[in-house]
T-cell receptor
């Protein structure tokens, strides 16, 4: 079965600093989602990547899927306290249901 | 409504009690998913509906877990004879169709079994 490994597990950065979160899959990725979760809340969709080498940006967050489609990275530029939360990568599993397999999450704290 | 809603938001049950968790997906969304999220972990798939048909229930941890979506909209996840290991956040998500569509998540129901 497919597994997703996120690194680091947790991250504390000073406001204004850049950071990167990685998501590595044990199998080829056919659809990779990035979500953000705040404690006690549901998941907020950030971006979805499908093609090898694809890169998408939204405001100060950029996500990339490598050419081999087994690793994705999420990069935040000039972090702000509003970026704090848990970042989750999710992959479309095999089969035709669209169910997602998630990594364990990366907890981000941004110190003002 | 504007998004996926779930009720109750919090539920405390005594071990052995039955519980029912409700999910109202976004109107018109064909696909509905239930996930279970333990503390400090990512969500894990439980079951999937396409309209009223339950097409995948491979993630349900035991026969104490049962889900239904009788009219293809609202869904209920029922847990019978709750155990402490059932304590988790139960998330519901819906999407317009299925693969490669954004899944919109509800706020979750936090279940605590004492």
């Amino acid at each position: 079965s497919q597994e997703l490994e996120q690194s680091p597990q947790s991250l504390i950065v000073q406001e204004g600093k850049n950071l990167t979160i990685n998501c590595t899959s044990s199998k080829t990725l056919y659809g990779l989602y990035w979500y953000k979760q705040k404690y006690g809340e549901g998941l907020i969709f950030l971006m979805m990547l499908q093609k090898g080498g694809e890169e998408k940006s939204h405001e100060k967050i950029t996500a990339k899927l490598d050419e081999k489609k087994q690793q994705s990275s999420l990069h935040i530029t000039a972090s702000q306290p509003s970026h704090a939360g848990i970042y989750l990568c999710g992959a479309v599993s095999s089969g035709n249901t669209g169910k997602l397999i998630f990594g364990q999450g990366t907890t981000l704290q941004v110190k003002p | 409504g504007a998004g996926v809603s779930q009720s109750p938001r919090y539920k405390v049950a005594k071990r052995g009690q039955d519980v029912a968790l409700r999910c109202d997906p976004i109107s018109g969304h064909v696909s509905l998913f239930w996930y279970q999220q333990a503390l400090g972990q990512g969500p894990e798939f439980l079951t999937y509906f396409q309209n009223e048909a339950q097409l995948d229930k491979s993630g349900l941890p035991s026969d104490r877990f049962f889900a239904e979506r009788p009219e293809g909209s609202v869904s209920t996840l029922k847990i019978q004879r709750t155990q402490q290991e059932d304590s988790a956040v139960y998330l519901c998500a819906s999407s317009l169709i299925w693969q490669y569509n954004e899944q919109f998540f509800g706020p979750g129901t936090r279940l605590t079994v004492l």
